[in-house]
Each structure stands twice: as C-alpha cells, then as structure tokens.
C-alpha cells in the first residue's frame, strides 16, 4: 500500500461529528477557554510546514540525485591531426596507388612527339621515363593535413630502336623518392584559401630492382614488351646513392561559384636533395570541375625547370626549363573507392605520359604534394 504525505493526510481529515446524546436548552455546557488553541494551532502548523519540508525534500532528492547521476566529463579530443591520426580519430584518410607510363595508348598517338616515336611508327618508343610506381597516403583534420608519398621510377636510354643511335649502349638507372609534407592552410577570404607546406626524405639513384621488375612484367603481365638483351639492362652505375630530400610549396586555392563546382588553383613547388641526385622547381595554374558529386574533372598547365648533378642520369637528357600541361578525371566507383586517369606532356619527364589509379578512403587530394 502505497504511504501518504504528511499533507495528503491532512486535507482528507474528516469533520468531527458528535454522536452523543443530543444536549438542548440550559444542559449546554459553558465553553472552554480557549487560552491554549493558539498553542495548539502553532504546534499544527510546525508540524504542517516540517511536512510540506518533507514532501518537498522527498520529491527534489531524486531528480537532484539522477542529474547527478548524468552528468558525464566529455571525453578528451584530439589536439592535432597527429594525435588524432595515433587515436583513430575524425581525421580523414586517403590512400592511392597509381601506374605512370610512357607507352601511350593508340588513341593518344597524336600527341606524341616524333622523337619520342619508335623509328618508322606513330606509336611511343617505350624509351626515356618508361614506367613508375606511385602511393600517397592523406590524411586531413580541418586546415591540416599530412601528406606522405613515394615514387619508384624506372629510366632507360633512348634510341633502342633499329636503325641504333650511335650513342646508344643499353643503360638504365632507377629513381626512388620519399617524402613526408606538412600542409596548412589559411583562409584569405570567403572563397579563397591560401596553402603552404614543408617537408623532407630521401632520394636514391642507382640500381634499385627496375631491370628485373619490367622484365618479369613483360613476360607475365600480359602485355608483352621487349626482352633481354633488347632491353636496356647495363645500369650507369653500380650501386644505388641515397641522400636527404627537402621539399616546399604553397598555393592559393580560389572557388569561382556558389555551388563549389568550379575551384581555381595557383601552386609553386619544389625538391631539392641535399647531395648529388635529381631537383626539380614547379609552377602550375589548373582549374577543377565538379559537375556531380561522383566526378571530377582536372586540367592546367606548368613550366618545370629540372637539374641533374647525379652521374647515373647522365645518359638522359633531363636539364632544362620546359612547359607542359596535363587534364585528368575522378570517378567515385562506390563508396570510399574513387578509380583516376590523367595525361601530361613535357614537364619534368619531358615527354607525355599516362597515369591511371584508385584511392581507398576519404577527404582531398593533396593540397601540395611533396614529390612532382
């Protein structure tokens, strides 16, 4: 049964009824003095306020208790991208792996210069920049962001084809670079952001695997290609060098609309090993059109100006300032997977090229990107 309050009780008090005999004229008896009711009507009120006390104590205790009872410390948050990163945290994450050659595809003979032609044929020599291997890994929190990438190119002699140039003795050379880039940005106005970032690793020049890596790929993967010993196999040097690689940038990315389908770039970048090897100097303007969430199309121009004081690149002529220009597409394939294709010519390789690839994640491209 359940208790009643103090004031329950008292406002379901009933009246007192006299069921005596009925007491009529004179046999009414005086009334009593009433000298004590006041102390009578002060102790009922005492006892009525402690009541109402308790009441209201009994009712305020357990909503006091269970608003104590949920208020929690709010969790501690990441400080950086870095910690968030170590904490599996909001950052995003983008990882792309890509293909890079210089064996055009038939549709895009055209733009192959003809001493970048196979003697007699309209299509690539396969000579010079021949192939490469790419990876980067993004991760973004806000205007930070962490960008590590790796390059493994493999560079052969050109003239291999008959008739031979008098110059020509089969050499080769592999290229290998690492780099890890910090980038930030700053906000200039409503639309327009200003990017900037520094960064290191290594470069290595030498024999690093490439002979036997496209080799083993023209006999198992489907393509063909040339072999031993019309292949270049005499590497320029006989074994591999490895220096620190320091790399810069910065940039100003700027929306042209409301809808943020259009967004124009101006970026300059470089790569400067600290020893003999490979350093490069970029500037690019490109544009970026994204008619629908699931595409993106890219495409600009350069001016890369490249010097060697390695001997393994002595056999290739890569010193010089050259323009270029590139255009590319995005397509998200399903959710966290996006496939890539982008063609350059000249630039730093001096010669076109395609790329083709996919990212596994989230988040943007690089802002700049430590390698070219």
């Keep these: 049964m359940r208790a009643m309050s103090p004031l329950v009780k008292a406002s379901t008090i009933r009246p007192f009824r ?10 009414v008896p005086p009334a009593p003095e009433r000298h004590s009711d006041s102390s009578g009507r002060v102790k009922a009120g005492v006892c009525l306020g402690l009541s109402v006390v308790g009441v209201v104590a009994g009712l305020t205790g357990p909503a006091q208790a269970q608003v104590q009872v949920q208020v929690q410390a ?50 690539a020599d396969d000579d010079g920049w021949t192939a490469e291997l790419r990876q980067e890994f993004v991760a973004t929190q806000g205007a930070d962001q962490w960008v590590m990438a790796t390059r493994y190119s493999m560079l052969t002699q050109r003239g291999a084809w008959e008739p031979l140039s008098p110059e020509y003795r089969s050499l080769r050379t592999d290229l290998l670079e690492i780099g890890l880039q910090r980038n930030w940005k700053q906000p200039l106005g409503e639309h327009t952001n200003l990017v900037y970032g520094v960064g290191g690793g290594v470069q290595s020049l030498g024999p690093l695997g490439g002979h036997w890596l496209q080799q083993s790929f023209h006999i198992h993967g489907g393509f063909g290609g040339r072999l031993d010993p019309v292949l270049q196999h005499v590497y320029s040097t006989d074994s591999p060098t490895v220096y ?7 940039g100003i990315y700027q929306r042209l609309d409301m809808d943020g389908q259009w967004t124009a770039k101006g970026t300059v970048g470089a790569t400067l090993p600290i020893g003999p090897g490979l350093s490069t ?48 597409a995005e397509v998200k394939v399903v959710h966290g997977i996006n496939a890539f294709a982008r063609v350059e010519t000249q630039g730093v390789r001096s010669e076109p090229v395609y790329m083709i690839g996919f990212s596994i994640g989230g988040g943007p491209r690089p802002w700049l990107n430590p390698l070219w």
């Design 18 to 27: 006299h069921h005596g005999p009925k007491i009529e004229g004179n046999d």
């Design 281 to 328: 100097a970029r500037v690019e303007a490109g544009l970026e059109y994204r008619p629908w969430s699931r595409v993106t199309f890219d495409a600009g121009v350069n001016v890369s100006a490249v010097h060697s004081n390695h001997r393994a690149l002595d056999f290739m002529d890569v010193n010089g300032v050259r323009p270029g220009a590139y255009v590319g």
């Design 244 to 250: 620190p690689l320091l790399s810069a940038g910065a």
């Design 74 to 123: 709010p969790p501690e948050q990441p400080h950086s991208l870095r910690d968030s990163i170590a904490s599996g945290g909001s950052a995003e994450k983008r990882f792309t792996l890509s293909h890079v050659n210089d064996s055009m595809p038939g549709l895009l003979n055209p733009i192959v210069p003809a001493n970048d032609r196979a003697p007699g044929m309209t299509r």
